[in-house]
């Protein structure tokens, strides 16, 4: 098995394409023929090497696919639209807020995903995700609140 593995996928993947055709032959026992067991097992070896190639080819196409949705680089907080000391002040305070925020304010924000979508990736209810975005929006303003410079003094 070792073998025929070999030729077909890199060394690295050696042993788990010999492993899985065993453990396919281990489940498939009986039917398995005792005369030409090794064209069996080849034949089984086979099938996990195109198995696995598929899957790889379905991972590639995915990533790709993934990389054509995301957004681009450009955003509103460029030029004279935002201060570069309230850049800094606003990146502080994203920064003390816990991940879980962090994450929601990241996928409602610069990858605009609607609130059905943000349940999705996170595996929540559309209305944990209203929740959940309402409340991180709030603890960022009261952090941004509290990195701002001239904070608590009156004008």
């Excluded at 349940?119 to 944990?128: S, W």
Aim: aromatic content about 6%; proline content about 5%; glycine content about 6%.
């Amino acid at each position: 098995m070792r073998s025929y593995a070999s030729v077909c996928v890199p060394n690295a993947e050696v042993d788990d394409i010999v492993a899985d055709t065993f453990v396919v032959a281990w489940r498939r026992f009986a039917d398995l023929p005792v005369d030409w067991a090794r064209g069996w097992l080849i034949g089984v070896a086979r099938n996990v090497v195109r198995s696995r190639h598929r899957k790889l080819r379905r991972a590639t196409n995915f990533l790709e696919q993934l990389i054509d949705l995301r957004p681009s680089c450009t955003t509103m907080l460029a030029g004279d639209q935002m201060p570069l000391e309230d850049l800094d002040v606003l990146k502080a305070a994203f920064a003390r807020l816990s991940g879980a925020d962090q994450e929601i304010l990241l996928l409602a924000g610069p990858y605009e995903l609607p609130p059905q979508e943000i349940a999705i990736a996170l595996g929540l209810k559309a209305n944990a995700v209203g929740v959940r975005l309402h409340r991180a929006r709030a603890r960022l303003r009261a952090a941004r609140e509290a990195e701002t410079p001239d904070h608590g003094q009156a004008e």
